[in-house]
């Protein structure tokens, strides 16, 4: 069992919002990770961070997308900095994963890029503009389709999701 359809990306791109829809449109299920870590730890991702750091929080990551990946067969959202992990993105390989893109100025609009997001506290945009930097290749690498989600409806970066895996509706 895998996924039908894995969405990666920066965390405000809108993997929840389009993983629902792509699910709704595909007549499976939607899962994502952050959730299932939310739901296992019963703690959010931010007190994780607080609580036990970074690596830590990584390693819980890493165990529940492992987990997912062999557990899900409908549309999987993976958090922000999954791709970071070596085992993580190979368990990618040969899965169909839509890297969902977004600039700066749009992650401002969407998310405010306020500092309820842990790795964004003390100056948001440089950060993410470094968080970014760090990660697009990684999600490029990784990924079966890129699609932009600027300026775009969540129904519209759905559509494109479908076309650009060539997915039909169930």
Avoid: C
């Amino acid at each position: 069992m895998s996924p039908r359809v894995v969405l990666v990306g920066p965390m405000g791109v809108g993997k929840s919002t389009v993983g629902q829809l792509l699910a709704e449109r595909l007549g499976v299920g939607y899962r994502d990770t952050d959730d299932d870590i939310v739901a296992a730890q019963d703690r959010t991702i931010a007190e994780i961070f607080v609580d036990e750091g970074e690596s830590a929080f990584r390693a819980i990551e890493k165990a529940a997308v492992l987990r997912a990946l062999t557990e899900h067969d409908g549309v999987l959202a993976l958090g922000g900095g999954a791709i970071l992990d070596d085992d993580t993105r190979a368990s990618l390989a040969g899965l169909p994963v839509v890297y969902l893109s977004m600039d700066v100025e749009e992650a401002v609009k969407r998310t405010g890029l306020n500092t309820a997001r842990p790795l964004l506290a003390v100056n948001p945009r440089k950060q993410w503009r470094e968080l970014m930097e760090a990660r697009r290749h990684l999600y490029e690498q990784i990924a079966t389709a890129v699609v932009a989600t600027d300026g775009r409806t969540p129904e519209e970066v759905t559509e494109a999701a479908l076309d650009a895996l060539e997915l039909k509706q169930a």
